[in-house]
Structures are given as structure tokens and as C-alpha cells.
């Protein structure tokens, strides 16, 4: 999937957005941006006009700041468009839903190069293709004059099917707690670039560019999962936000995260090694995977892509994430890691 | 509508997003969010799930940066809510749609105070109520370290009520030109607040807290409109939107012009003698009013709050823009103004 490009954009003055001129940043962006299939209207009118199937729209907006969510030495343009992207897609398939469009607000300083912000449409673009979504709207405007930093805003869009969404409140003791996708494959490549190193592929890639499971969302709202979210901030975080909403305890079993996330060995193991890191602390408090995890009641044959990793179990004692019956932050100390996931504002 | 409020909202280190925390800060902004008549599920989940009405949905995205769109000592948090739902509530009413919901994105220094953070929420909230409307998502994340402003992105979604959406592309040669809403009033605030005033309230009021026409939008939808948009950079320079994409010359009456938007004699032709500017320069290239501007067939009788100001012609030896059958930037240099309209990147 991740084709290597140039880590460092070319800065040509020529190409700045200043001097090609809004109207002509807009034409050239636009013209990578694909057609989303369920547009009744596409970019260039005061707004979009998107066709939803049951008369519902799934709507969420996620933004990324430069230096914090993304760095231009680590990723390429088209890298920071498919991450952004995936963002949104995965919390639209958390609900159930499938994408159908994204409105991306761009606040960038006067000397981006206008390819560098082609490149981020294309990956935007490539992201969503698959889906049949698109760009379909957007606005582009002169970044903080204090600021150097690109500030990208993405809104996606997307379709239930006629399913109902599937809520962070609604699992109940005795439900599977399972998950679909990769966990700790982007916290170790971001623990690689951070060290100065882009290999080993595999997981570098995973942080440019994570690949959700898109399909697993509607899969598992098909078969009736009672709760559901993606796992931007880790796992033990997200995991709590379903506990928090549905007032459950949320009991993962290490053994089966170890057979799912960390069996065959590969090179997840081969970085932990490397770096002397439990492999297992990635597992448990990695973000920007966007795997997807969900819970399902004790009946459900789990739909492909979907594994067991542990059980719903009433908040008695010991609310919130579990592991192997003890609180989640004991067993983040006990792999190494520093807490149970990512916060804003520190 | 505009209370008086202090100028430089209050720096509390102790209530500052960093202190509080991000939930700690979702949670008081989220407690502002007001609830949205076709909201199915609202703030808190990985999306939003906002009801159609037939089966579409209108989308906008509309991106604020501190200092370049508004100013903390300038606006006080509540008039920025305000201004930046007015923006996107327009976008939706100018493709003849009823906003439903806004997504907001937000990026802001640690230092941020919450009630800054909270008024903002309560000013977006005020100025959906009357819609029906009200926040349903959104993210919060820290800005870039070399930037003190806050960067503020709204997504509105809309519905058209079955109406079919009107475009910057329909007019066409005969139809009358239509103006609903004012002009020129947020340009007098502006310069007034750039020479350190903040009187006459009704300029700095309307640059504050612009009132676009909302319901003019869809009623303009219903009579047959042939191509509509919102007037943010300016009246010629978004005329010229609709005279590129339906191809035809926009021709505009400025004795109806004055007519409509400069009689009776009020603040406008007051502020324009004390500064020494001619007040058509305002309503011909002034921006952030958020009228209305469409174009409707020359039989149609004008729904109410819509007057004539103009005609459209074939696109001849003048396409674009005319004032009185003269090219629009002879007109604007005529009046004294410095250009047709606001122009990003420069």
C-alpha cells in the first residue's frame, strides 16, 4: 500500500500558496479529490448536498495540528491525507456506518507549497476511494501569523445501511468483548522515527498510514454488537469510555490479546526487542491504530475479522478497564507504560 | 440582541484548559451544546447520527483563525460563536437548506481559559436555538506550540425539506437580481474598530454578531430561485461566483443598490461622513454580512425580505460583474474601494 516517497517536502516559493493565489490553490486541490458517489453536489457552491439511504447522516470531526498530530519530516503529504482520513473513517465505522464524504477546513501559513497540498488531497482522496466517498467541500484559510504550523480539520460523513448506530453505551455484563485490526503497530513506529530510524517498514507505515478495518463497523453492527468505538487514543482508554457509558467492567484476558495481537511473532516483537520495550505495553495503550473494538452478547458467532480478548462483567469493586481482573493503570505499570493513554491539554 | 460584555476576556490560569483537563473541558463545553431537534445521537459517542428529512444532507465547513477572522479583544467569546455559526448557517440557507446541526473543531494554547471555551459553545448554541439546531460533535485538541490563536472550524449539515438545492450555476440571462439582508454594516463595524472605537453599537454590533437572513434562504428555494449564494468576501466578488459558474454577466442598479441598502439614512451613512468613505464602497465589497444574493425569473414575485438590485444579461463584451453596465472594479475604484472583495493568502 505505502508506496516510499521524498520525507521532506520540496519547498519551491514559486509554488507557495501566496503567490498561487487561493483560487488557484482550490482549483489544484479540488482536482484531487475524487467523487463520492452519494454527492447530489461536489465541491465549488457554498455548501455540499450528500445523499444519505435512510434519511440519516453519521457526522464527526477530528483535527490534526502539526507538530502534534503529524510532522512533514515523518510523513509525506499523502501520508498525512490517508492518516487524517482514516481518523474520521473509523470513527464513522465505530458507529456502524460507512463514509460517504469528508468537508476538510485547511488553516496553512502563506509559504506551503501548493504540492504539498495536492499531495495531502490525493492521500485524502485515496483513503476514501475504496468506500466510494470523496472531498466533497471544504475552506482554505491563511494560518496564525505567530504560527508556522498547518491546522487540518477533517468532517466525515457516512451512511447507517438502515442499521441502528452502535453506541459506547450499550454493553452489558456477560457480553464478548472483541476486536478487529492492529493494535501497537503505530505507537511502535512512532517509538522508531522518534529515535531517528524509518525501519523497519512495516510498522513506520503503520504510523503514516493506518489501516483500519473499515468494514468490520458495519460487520459487527450487522450482527448486533451492543457497543462499539475505535481505538484512537489506546486501548485502555477507549475501553473506558465504553465502561464509563455503559457502566460496566471491562475484563480483558492478556492471553488472548497475546494470541491475537502478538502472534505469529513479527515485527512488532523485533522493535520491542530492539528497543527493550514489552511489546505488550504498545498492545495495550497504542493509539492511531484505529482498530475497532466492540462488544457482542455471549450467543453471537463473531463476524470475520472479529477476536475474542476478553468479557463484560458487572461494575462491582472494580469498574472501568480490567485486566485479567485487575485495574487497568496496575497492568499499564506492569508492561512498562506510562499511563493508559493519550491526553490533550499536557 | 448584542449585551454589553467586557472586551478582554478574564486570563484565569486555574480555570485554563490545561488545569481543567480535556474531559474536564468537554464536559462544560458540551454542557453549553443545546440539543438539536434532529439530533438521533449527539455529543459523546466516536459520531454524531442527524436526522434527513428526505434523504439528503447539505454540508458546510467554514475554518476561523484568531486575529485573522476575529480578534479576543475585538469580540468577546459569546459574538465569536455567534460569528462563526452565522457563517456556516448562511452557507446552508444560500443552497435554500435549514441547518440542523454544527460539528466544531478546535484547536487552542493550553492557556485558554474554559469560560473563553464555554462562551464561544453558549454564542454557537444562541444563535442555532431559533433553527432548531445545536452542536452535536466536534474535537478539542492543543494548538501548535509556536501559536498563541485559536483556530475554530464549524461544520453545519442542513436539510433541504425536499427542495431541490439552488446553485451558484442557474441563472440566466433576464433573470432579476435579488438582495435579502444587509449590507456593508460588518465592513463600518470593522473600520471603526481598527480607528480603536466601538460606537455606533449598530456597526460594531453587526460586525460582532452578523444577522444573516436565514429563512430567506429556503423561502427564495420555494419561489424558484435560480442561483443563490451567501455574501461573505463581498458583493461583487460573490457575484462573481454566480456570473462564473452560470455564465453570464451579473449587471447591478445602483440606484436600486442605495435604494435598498442605503435609505433610510442610518449608522452606515453616519460612520462612512465621520471616516470620509463613501458607504457604496461598503456594500459593494464589504464582507461578513452574510446576505443573501440570488437570481429568480423576471416573472416571479419576490418572496418577502427580498428586493430587486439588479439583472442578469448575457455574457457579452462584459462578462462578470457590471454596475450600471460598467465593469465591477471600475465601479468599486470609483467609490474608493480597494478592490472588489477579500482575497486569502496575501
Known amino acids: 500500500m505505502t508506496r516510499p ?42 455548501a455540499a448536498v450528500v445523499r444519505t439511504s435512510d434519511g440519516r447522516v453519521v457526522a464527526t470531526t477530528d483535527v490534526l495540528v502539526e507538530g502534534r498530530h503529524f510532522r512533514r519530516d515523518w510523513s509525506s503529504a499523502e501520508d498525512i491525507g490517508h492518516k487524517a482520513a482514516a481518523a474520521n473513517l473509523a470513527d464513522v465505522a465505530a458507529m456502524g456506518g460507512t463514509t460517504t464524504a469528508l468537508l476538510v477546513g485547511l488553516a496553512c501559513p502563506p509559504d506551503t507549497p501548493t504540492a504539498w497540498l495536492e499531495g495531502v488531497a490525493a492521500g485524502l482522496a485515496e483513503e476514501c476511494a475504496p468506500l466510494g466517498a470523496a472531498v466533497v467541500g471544504g475552506d482554505m484559510v ?9 491546522v487540518l480539520s477533517v468532517t466525515a460523513l457516512g451512511d447507517l445501511g438502515g442499521r441502528s448506530p452502535v453506541l459506547r453505551s450499550g454493553a452489558r455484563a456477560g457480553d464478548v468483548v472483541a476486536l478487529a485490526g492492529r493494535l501497537g503497530w503505530s505507537a511502535a513506529g512512532l517509538a522508531v522515527l522518534r529515535r531517528g530510524f524509518s525501519s523497519p517498514v512495516a510498522v513506520v507505515s503503520a504510523h503514516r498510514r493506518p489501516t483500519p478495518p473499515y468494514g468490520a463497523g458495519p460487520a459487527a453492527a450487522e450482527r448486533g454488537a451492543t457497543a462499539m468505538c475505535d481505538v484512537s487514543d489506546g486501548l485502555l482508554a477507549d475501553l473506558g469510555h465504553i465502561a464509563t457509558a455503559s457502566r460496566v467492567a471491562v475484563d480483558l484476558d492478556s492471553a488472548a490479546l497475546v494470541r491475537t495481537c502478538l502472534e505469529p511473532v513479527g515485527p512488532l516483537q523485533q522493535v520491542a526487542a530492539a528497543l527493550g520495550v514489552d511489546p505488550l505495553a504498545w498492545v495495550l495503550t497504542g493509539g492511531e491504530d484505529h482498530a475497532l473494538v466492540a462488544t457482542f452478547p455471549s450467543w453471537v458467532e463473531l463476524p470475520a475479522g472479529w477476536a475474542a480478548i476478553g468479557t463484560v462483567r458487572r461494575a462491582g469493586k472494580n469498574p472501568g478497564v480490567l485486566v485479567n481482573g485487575e485495574p487497568a493503570d496496575e497492568a499499564a505499570r506492569a508492561v512498562g507504560a506510562e499511563g493508559v493513554g493519550h491526553v490533550h491539554f499536557r
Do not use: H, N
Open 5 to 46: 516517497r521524498p520525507l521532506v517536502p520540496r519547498e519551491d516559493p514559486a509554488d507557495s500558496v501566496r503567490v498561487v493565489g487561493e483560487f488557484g490553490v482550490i482549483a489544484r486541490v479540488t482536482a484531487q479529490a475524487g467523487t463520492a458517489r452519494a454527492a447530489e453536489v461536489g465541491p465549488g457552491d457554498d
Open 142 to 150: 491563511t494560518a496564525a501569523a505567530d504560527s508556522t504550523a498547518v
